[in-house]
């Protein structure tokens, strides 16, 4: 029997893998914005990820999840440049970045969150939003260090950015503490601004809950769920936790051993089998 | 009324300049800086003209170290390039002292650049060797060029526009002003994005190329600056010395501007950099002057010089264990506790 995991990514076009007659057929119209084909990486023997084809649409919040080792943060990283994939393709609004580097992506409307929200354990909130932007700098170091023309107008503009978003996930009052000293919760809202500072298209969000408590989870769904209001960003969430993605998510994709086991509305996927099996192992 | 101090435009808010506090300290500091050859007679003057030197050369290492986190033991040799390159314009090419000051800043940045090579791929400790080489290496060739450890710097070099820096009231102005030119450049690099970049990589550099930050490149530029603030600082030294040796740019001496950077603040590119040079150099030659006397009242003159480095590694360690982030941070604590006072928090 055909494996459900390649419903999408089937359809070779002109010998090159296409998924947009299928696409269209499961989901009918709606713009696509970001999509694989057949991506395959393996790490040793391990295969991490085995012809993975997914599909995101313009506007939605796409909810990524499986259990530990299935895959989801090699294919985030796939997509952000991170990792190179062996075989297939990445794609964003039609063209193929898949030979991108990941500040290349970033520029083009790709931003996205870490699963330790502390990477830069001592620079400050500001500075953590504000090295966002640096793939967009101007100015030379010689203005920099004069602190004049190109140099500060963009670092005035930065942090006006910087403010905006500062703003928007309500962190005014961590603004000058370093990224190291703050609770976990507010690390993780720190590295979801700091994506949004790059004012993107898509947002790749690598389990932005995992580790925190009730209510800390509830301050980041909010945020979330603020973003998706004012800007309207798209956005795909890695996540363990399947009560949150059920309940925020429009859609579904499940993965379980580097394959795409479902694909579907949230409320289908909790009843599926396949995931059941995956989840409780089988 | 609105009570209090309010910014209307980020420019302002990111400007030194943000409270009244900052304005009067900076007109004493200038008044200090001024009325200082007026107070200090001649020996605490030139105490006050090595400090400036020395707090230039350590700004630079702060931010090769500090701020982009990348080890570096030859800082007192890119002093050392800095000087001969001043002495030997002056004596050989008839420069003027104070027009190669900028010359000796470019020598040592190439040099320093090629330094920087090694960082690419090593890191930590293993950077800390490829540097200490590059120290030994650099210490070979002034032994080569000056075998005799004396090179002088010809005092009619040190004219320049009327402006004799024989004079040490002359000299110690015009240390002060190069010093102060470079800490506002110093400070206005570490809040810039390149600034960000490098504090990015010394945090995390995978993580920092994944954000888009050119690692080697910031590396380099790390170096480079390291570098050119070395250069200056030894044409400063050579324009404040009647001749250089060598034995001035040893690793002993590198070793203690990396102590420098370490007391002061790694990181805190300007102020902790000074605080570094006040309590290791100035500090310990105070200090020195109330000790010899004693040293050798109890018959142990022989033993000043190994007892400066034992004094010197105590402060050192205890700052490590105790205070991390270096003396600036508990000047910040102090700042913090009156800013408060009289509530605890």
């Not at chain 1, 408590?213 to 399947?242: C, F, N, P, W, Y």
């Not at chain 2, 690692?215 to 603030?229: E, N, Q, R, S």
């Not at chain 2, 001749?243 to 040893?250: H, L």
């Not at chain 2, 102590?259 to 500090?283: A, Y």
Request: charged share 20%; net charge neutral.
């Amino acid at each position: 029997m055909q494996n459900s995991s390649s419903v999408i990514g089937e359809a070779k076009v002109d010998g090159v893998w296409d998924t947009s007659s299928l696409y269209m057929k499961k989901y009918g119209a709606g713009e696509r914005i970001l999509w694989t084909v057949d991506v395959t990486l393996s790490f040793g023997g391990v295969r991490a990820l085995d012809r993975v084809s997914i599909v995101v649409r313009k506007g939605e919040l796409l909810g990524l999840i499986g259990p530990n080792g299935a895959g989801k943060t090699s294919l985030l990283n796939v997509i952000s440049g991170v990792y190179k994939p062996e075989k297939g393709r990445v794609f964003f609004k039609g063209i193929d970045i898949s030979n991108l580097k990941p500040h290349e992506r970033a520029r083009l409307g790709i931003a996205r969150t870490f699963q330790h929200g502390e990477m830069f354990h001592s620079m400050t909130v500001l500075e953590t939003i504000m090295l966002r932007l640096h793939p967009w700098h101007r100015g030379s170091i010689v203005e920099a260090a004069l602190w004049a023309f190109r140099a500060k107008r963009w670092e005035v503009e930065a942090r006006e950015k910087a403010e905006y978003v500062i703003d928007l996930l309500d962190l005014h009052e961590y603004r000058h503490m370093p990224v190291g000293a703050l609770p976990p919760g507010v690390q993780k809202k720190v590295d979801l601004a700091a994506a949004m500072v790059q004012d993107p298209e898509v947002i790749l969000m690598d389990e932005p809950m995992a580790g925190l408590s009730r209510e800390e989870k509830d301050d980041i769904v909010r945020a979330i769920i603020e973003i998706r209001e004012t800007r309207g960003t798209t956005m795909v969430l890695v996540e363990h936790d399947l009560e949150v993605v059920t309940d925020i998510c429009d859609r579904v994709v499940v993965m379980d051993r580097g394959k795409v086991i479902f694909d579907g509305p949230p409320h289908e996927a909790v009843k599926d089998e396949a995931v059941i099996t995956a989840y409780i192992g089988g | 009324m609105p009570a209090g101090v309010f910014k209307e435009t980020y420019e302002a808010d990111m400007a030194f300049i943000r409270y009244p506090i900052h304005k009067a300290a900076l007109i004493a500091a200038i008044i200090a800086l001024l009325a200082a050859p007026a107070v200090l007679d001649r020996y605490y003057l030139s105490l006050a003209t090595t400090a400036l030197i020395f707090w230039v050369a350590v700004m630079g290492l702060n931010i090769t170290v500090g701020l982009a986190g990348q080890i570096s033991l030859a800082h007192a040799a890119l002093m050392g390039v800095g000087a001969y390159t001043v002495a030997h314009a002056a004596l050989k090419l008839g420069l003027n002292a104070v027009l190669a000051v900028p010359l000796a800043g470019i020598t040592a940045m190439a040099i320093s650049v090629l330094l920087s090579l090694p960082s690419f791929k090593l890191k930590e400790y293993y950077l800390a060797m490829a540097s200490l080489a590059a120290q030994l290496l650099l210490e070979y060739a002034f032994s080569r060029i000056d075998p005799d450890q004396y090179t002088p710097v010809p005092p009619e070099a040190k004219v320049l526009a009327g402006v004799d820096l024989n004079n040490p009231v002359n000299l110690y102005y015009f240390t002060a002003l190069v010093a102060v030119l470079m800490a506002v450049i110093a400070a206005n690099i570490a809040r810039s994005t390149y600034g960000r970049a490098m504090k990015a990589v010394r945090d995390n550099d995978v993580a920092a190329s994944i954000v888009g930050v050119d690692v080697p490149l910031t590396k380099a530029l790390a170096f480079a600056i390291g570098g050119f603030y070395a250069g200056v600082a030894g044409g400063l030294y050579a324009i404040y010395s009647v001749g250089i040796g060598w034995e001035a740019f040893t690793l002993i001496v590198s070793i203690e501007l990396l102590g420098m950077v370490l007391v002061g603040g790694p990181g805190r590119v300007v102020w902790g950099s000074l605080l570094g040079v006040l309590t290791l150099r100035t500090g310990w030659t105070l200090l020195e002057s109330q000790l010899t006397p004693l040293l050798s009242a109890l018959g142990m003159t022989a033993y000043a010089s190994a007892f400066k480095y034992i004094v010197l590694g105590a402060v050192i360690t205890a700052t490590i264990i105790l205070e991390p982030e270096g003396l600036i941070a508990v000047l910040r604590r102090v700042k913090e506790y009156f800013r408060l006072w009289p509530y605890s928090y």
